[in-house]
């Protein structure tokens, strides 16, 4: 996947010999190799600041290279200098759209190591919350995406609507984007008065804004030509570059954490895992809108059946996991979001590494461009749906 | 008074054709700074209609309802820094905006807003305005080329290509609409635009309903391809912002920048009064036909008036509905006084419009008229404008190849296609 031309070796190198000033030889000018061009990191649709090389034959796509790390903070070397309980709010900020999901794995990987288990309460509550997010990180995705490919309107809807689910986090835990919801052996906060049927008021306000959504753009044609057979990946491709969530599922695979090894309390709802067939980026919009829904059922399901009780496991005031590793994944919003922590017994990590989805399903992008024009580069890197706190961390 | 001023007062011929320069330069000055303030006043009314498509409010803060950001818009792009890029072509980026506004300027001498509203009736108009708005293209490509850089050069070849495949879909359903004019007596048609409208006015149809559907049809490949070739969404490519930034003119900033969203919005002018004239009857006003009669000629007159009225009558609920607190009370006093501004435009032409009804009266009724041919032309004209906004806030971008596809398979077979049909049912019918 590396550009082997060494103007691409200059661009990284940040020295440009394409197009350069004046005292060049017209000769440059007029050279037929393949233009190469710089996509972000300061672009407006490469979703934060990643940065994508290009090399183009007129508009055709040769080869890309992606350059990231503009946003890297260390986060995995930050878990070995603070207790397991200091770095929990620290996941919020990887994948930020989603934070909920990503201190539901954290919790539930030390939780894990601990070998303590989070009561029914707290696990339903877990799963509310976290399929909200799914929804708001689906929601801030297609908007985005739509943008991306031209589209300004549902924009402004998605927000409209993404909006009442950060009031709930916002009631329920203060925060609206980093939340910071959930403590190692359950929750921190008991729900507040009225959480339940503002949840249920959500699901019903939201269900004929997605028809909404849906209505602007699954049968309108110029979105059907942008998006159908574009970044077609098959399902053993994804597989062997470890691509996950509705990327994978929109390519014919059948896996979602959630199913294949039920963490919180998803075993108990039922739902259905929407797949697509031809993997494009107008299966993975339908799969992703399709999510939303059943989303919506796992967040009735569950509001409905909230079970009384404690919210907080027995849990060590100074955790102290013993000596072993663990590896615990969730299905966030994006993929298959996994921790790998090694205890040495302390209160600190020994080491913590996070499977990001985002970082891993990016890989696919090279595979998923080649061939197509710049239009689709734009598109495609909408249809991942990456968030760069998580690829750089 | 002079003579010359004078003696074309009541003439049923434009400037030109009189060959009274003076009335021909105030005519020019007039469209300029009438074309320049309506790009102004779309502007806010592009960002206010887009804003309540997409559930927002849109400018409020600068006058009351931002009536006053167009101004302070253009304040601050003619106070910007001109930055023109080390590697740029200095002179080349300098006039490419230049040949963008004066191709989109030069348009408006034979844009007829009514039977001798125009600064010029050229024998070959149609064929001027093609040829002349087609060479907006050239400012487009060299601001590009221009540029040295990636981004703006890939935005300039997309237009590039895409405005000059446009173009022939869209000369060929002009054309069928200039065969529909020389069915009449003699057989021969015409090129100026003031004739192709009184082609309509003699055959009593507009030509969007002449032979139901082949006018229609043509109508509506005009109509697509005429945003194509204003690189209007969902045809911007040259400009997609979450592609290559902004396209051609990425480099540019300031006032420079101000003159390509200038020459683009009087382009966007211009192609609809394109339309305007070959299918929707130019000045004529509606059921003109159907409606005849004192009577009818009245209460159509009084159109002007009624719109205005409407749109103070708007302005006062604006006024009513304002928060009753002390920091909205210059807002509320600035809308009050556009309101009355409106409403008094709305009385002078109520008057005009009853009194100028005979030929004896005060005000002569060739105002009156002439009021009447220019506000039918501008309203259709806006309904275009409205339809721009329209589709930008509903459809998605087309990706470059399918935009060419659309222009090379689709729309130019089906305006060839009601080329020929036209001429055939012409031939039959005569």
């Keep these: 996947m590396t550009l082997s031309d060494e103007n691409a070796a200059n661009i990284v190198a940040g020295t440009t010999q394409d197009h350069v000033s004046g005292n060049d030889s017209p000769k440059t000018y007029l050279d037929s190799n393949e233009l190469i061009i710089n996509m972000g990191p300061q672009h407006p649709a490469t979703h934060g600041v990643l940065r994508v090389i290009l090399k183009l034959d007129g508009e055709r796509v040769l080869g890309t290279e992606c350059v990231i790390g503009y946003l890297h903070r260390g986060v995995e070397k930050i878990a070995e200098n603070r207790t397991y309980a200091m770095f929990n709010p620290y996941v919020d900020r990887m994948d930020y759209v989603a934070a909920v999901s990503n201190g539901l794995g954290y919790c539930e990987a030390v939780e894990k190591l601990l070998n303590v288990e989070a009561p029914a309460?707290?696990?339903?509550?877990?799963?509310?919350?976290?399929?909200?997010?799914?929804?708001?990180?689906?929601q801030l995705w297609l908007g985005t995406h739509a943008l991306d490919i031209g589209a300004m309107t549902p924009l402004f809807y998605t927000f409209r609507d993404r909006e009442e689910i950060l009031k709930i986090f916002e009631k329920y835990c203060g925060a609206r984007l980093t939340t910071h919801a959930f403590r190692i052996g359950g929750c921190l906060y008991e729900t507040y008065a009225g959480f339940?049927?503002?949840?249920?008021?959500?699901?019903?306000?939201?269900?004929?804004?997605?028809?909404?959504?849906?209505?602007?753009?699954?049968?309108?044609?110029?979105?059907?030509?942008?998006?159908?057979?574009?970044?077609?990946?098959?399902?053993?491709?994804?597989?062997?570059?470890?691509?996950?969530?509705?990327?994978?599922?929109?390519?014919g695979v059948q896996w979602d954490v959630r199913k294949a090894q039920p963490y919180a309390a998803y075993s108990e709802f039922e739902f259905e895992i929407p797949v697509g067939t031809t993997g494009d980026t107008y299966d993975r919009y339908l799969v992703r809108m399709s999510e939303m829904r059943q989303s919506l059922r796992i967040i009735e399901q569950a509001v409905n059946g909230l079970p009384e009780g404690p919210i907080m496991a027995k849990v060590p005031k100074v955790i102290k996991p013993p000596?072993?590793?663990?590896?615990?994944?969730?299905?966030?919003?994006?993929?298959?979001?996994?921790y790998f922590i090694v205890s040495d017994g302390t209160t600190q990590p020994y080491r913590l590494r996070v499977r990001p989805p985002s970082f891993v399903n990016l890989q696919a992008l090279d595979v998923m461009v080649r061939g197509l024009l710049v239009a689709d580069v734009v598109a495609v890197i909408g249809t991942i749906d990456i968030v760069l706190g998580e690829v750089d961390r | 008074m002079p003579d010359f001023v004078t003696s074309y007062l009541g003439s049923t011929l434009t400037p030109g054709e009189a060959g009274n320069q003076f009335w021909a330069l105030v005519y020019v000055f007039v469209i300029f700074a009438g074309v320049s303030l309506a790009v102004m006043s779309m502007n806010w009314l592009e960002r206010k209609a887009l804003a309540h498509f997409q559930i927002r409010l849109g400018?409020?803060?600068?006058?009351?309802?931002?009536?006053?950001?167009?101004?302070?818009?253009?304040?601050?792009?003619?106070?910007?820094?001109?930055?023109?890029?080390?590697?740029?072509?200095?002179?080349?980026?300098?006039?490419?905006?230049l040949i963008g506004l004066l191709a989109a300027f030069t348009v408006y001498t034979v844009i007829p807003f009514g039977p001798s509203q125009a600064v010029s009736d050229m024998n070959i108009g149609i064929l001027f305005m093609l040829g002349v708005s087609s060479l907006g293209v050239l400012g487009v490509v060299v601001a590009g080329w221009a540029s040295n850089s990636n981004y703006p050069l890939i935005g300039a070849l997309r237009s590039s290509a895409q405005m000059v495949s446009y173009e022939v879909a869209m000369g060929l359903a002009v054309v069928s609409a200039i065969l529909m004019t020389s069915l009449n007596e003699t057989g021969t048609g015409t090129l100026s635009m003031i004739g192709i409208v009184r082609a309509q006015q003699e055959q009593g149809v507009w030509f969007i309903f002449k032979f139901f559907p082949l006018g229609l049809i043509a109508f509506i490949v005009f109509a697509i391809a005429m945003v194509a070739e204003t690189n209007r969404a969902p045809f911007d490519m040259a400009e997609a912002e979450s592609e290559l930034t902004a396209g051609y003119h990425t480099e540019y900033s300031g006032l420079r920048w101000s003159l390509f969203m200038l020459a683009e919005y009087a382009a966007m002018i211009s192609v609809s009064s394109i339309a305007v004239t070959l299918w929707l009857g130019g000045w004529m006003r509606p059921f003109s036909r159907l409606l005849r009669g004192s009577a009818w000629d009245l209460i159509f007159s009084l159109f002007p008036a009624v719109t205005f009225m409407g749109l103070a009558a708007v302005a006062f609920v604006g006024v009513v509905r304002m928060p009753r607190r002390?920091?909205?009370?210059?807002?509320?006093?600035?809308?009050?006084?556009?309101?009355?501004?409106?409403?008094?435009?709305?009385l002078m032409l109520l008057i005009i419009a009853i009194?100028?009804?005979?030929?004896?009266?005060?005000?002569?009724?060739?105002?009156?008229?002439?009021?009447?041919?220019?506000?039918?032309?501008?309203?259709?004209?806006?309904?275009?404008?409205?339809?721009?906004?329209?589709?930008?806030?509903?459809?998605?971008?087309?990706?470059f190849d399918q935009l060419m596809r659309v222009g090379w398979k689709v729309l130019l077979p089906i305006s060839l296609t009601v080329l020929v049909a036209t001429a055939i049912v012409g031939i039959l019918l005569s």
């Design chain 1, 323 to 338: 000596v072993g590793e663990i590896y615990h994944s969730i299905e966030s919003p994006k993929g298959e979001l996994g």
């Design chain 1, 196 to 251: 339940e049927k503002e949840v249920k008021n959500f699901v019903k306000f939201v269900t004929p804004k997605i028809d909404e959504y849906e209505a602007l753009l699954t049968g309108n044609r110029i979105w059907m030509e942008r998006t159908k057979n574009v970044g077609v990946i098959s399902g053993p491709d994804c597989i062997a570059l470890g691509v996950t969530g509705p990327v994978l599922r929109a390519s």
């Design chain 2, 59 to 97: 400018p409020m803060r600068t006058g009351p309802h931002g009536l006053l950001q167009p101004i302070a818009d253009a304040i601050k792009l003619l106070l910007k820094e001109d930055i023109i890029p080390a590697g740029a072509d200095r002179f080349v980026f300098w006039v490419a905006p």
């Design chain 1, 121 to 138: 309460r707290a696990k339903y509550i877990r799963v509310i919350l976290a399929e909200l997010n799914r929804i708001a990180s689906h």
């Design chain 2, 355 to 399: 009194a100028g009804r005979s030929n004896g009266a005060a005000i002569p009724s060739t105002v009156n008229q002439s009021i009447g041919y220019i506000y039918w032309f501008l309203l259709k004209v806006a309904v275009f404008m409205y339809l721009f906004i329209w589709y930008r806030a509903t459809w998605p971008r087309y990706r």
């Design chain 2, 326 to 346: 002390s920091d909205f009370k210059v807002q509320k006093i600035g809308l009050a006084v556009f309101g009355w501004l409106l409403g008094f435009i709305a």
